[in-house]
């Protein structure tokens, strides 16, 4: 399988006079595999483009999608395999609570944006739906993918995922928020002197193992102005009037 850039390349080789022979030297595809994109140009290669795996490697398109899907994955996804391991084909997975349909329908698109020419898949599990998409790509798109458990390994954006962040840091807060956060009501208690009184406001709460994942989140609500503080070791809370209303306006509910 080979990347569009890959065939593009190597018709532009042919038009500009050179022979198959040369054309499969200088990309390094099989003569055959040439030829066939020579005589049958309208029929498109199965792996479909990776702007990870083209010669001049660029972002994932639309950024605003991508950055959405990034914080469902840091929150509730991961990357394994399917079948046999030297396909090289991985599944990336999405959890998705059975109590917020919403939250499935944004996370299917999300994907289909990201990867249009992939199956997306849901899976009926207890209690949630596992939206899924079959890709090779899909380590070269996340590259946080490793073994194990997240909060056991380093999880670092890399340079080109850190831009994507910077200029849209709204959808991956929406994203780990529908994943792994939560927005309610906090009562708390006064005993006055005419008796206990409740106060209730709204805040956001978003908990996570990793204190990498932790971060990232929270370096996006300084992009957004949105005030936050830690509210436990594994948790951070947006609570202050202002901030809970500016949030509003990227995240939005769950639904």
Not at 68 to 96: M, S
Not at 117 to 142: A, E, M
Not at 226 to 255: C, I, M, Q, T
């Amino acid at each position: 399988m080979h990347d569009l850039a890959v065939r593009d390349r190597a018709l532009r080789l042919l038009a500009s006079g050179l022979s198959l022979s040369e054309a499969s030297r200088q990309t390094g595809v099989h003569r055959s595999t040439v030829r066939a994109w020579r005589d049958r140009p309208g029929r498109s290669p199965m792996t479909g483009t990776c702007p990870r795996c083209t010669e001049a490697p660029h972002a994932p398109e639309p950024p605003d999608a991508y950055a959405y899907l990034l914080g469902l994955y840091l929150g509730d996804g991961c990357i394994c395999w399917v079948g046999d391991q030297a396909k090289q084909v991985w599944a990336l997975r999405i959890a998705c609570a059975d109590r917020w349909p919403g939250l499935v329908q944004e996370c299917v698109e999300a994907l289909r944006a990201v990867r249009p020419t992939n199956k997306v898949r849901v899976i009926q599990k207890r209690g949630c739906k596992d939206v899924n998409s079959y890709s090779k790509h899909w380590p070269h798109l996340f590259p946080q993918h490793g073994p194990g458990k997240k909060h056991n390994r380093a999880i670092v954006l890399h340079d080109w995922q850190q831009e994507i962040v910077t200029a849209h840091p709204g959808p991956l807060v929406r994203g780990l928020m529908h994943s792994d956060g939560y927005r309610g009501l906090n009562r708390v208690r006064h005993d006055l002197a005419g008796g206990i009184r409740w106060y209730e406001y709204p805040r956001y709460l978003f908990k996570n193992e990793s204190s990498d994942i932790l971060a990232i989140c929270g370096e996006a609500l300084d992009l957004l102005g949105v005030a936050w503080r830690f509210n436990k070791r594994n948790e951070l809370s947006v609570a202050r009037r202002e901030a809970v209303a500016l949030l509003d306006r990227h995240v939005g509910p769950k639904y």
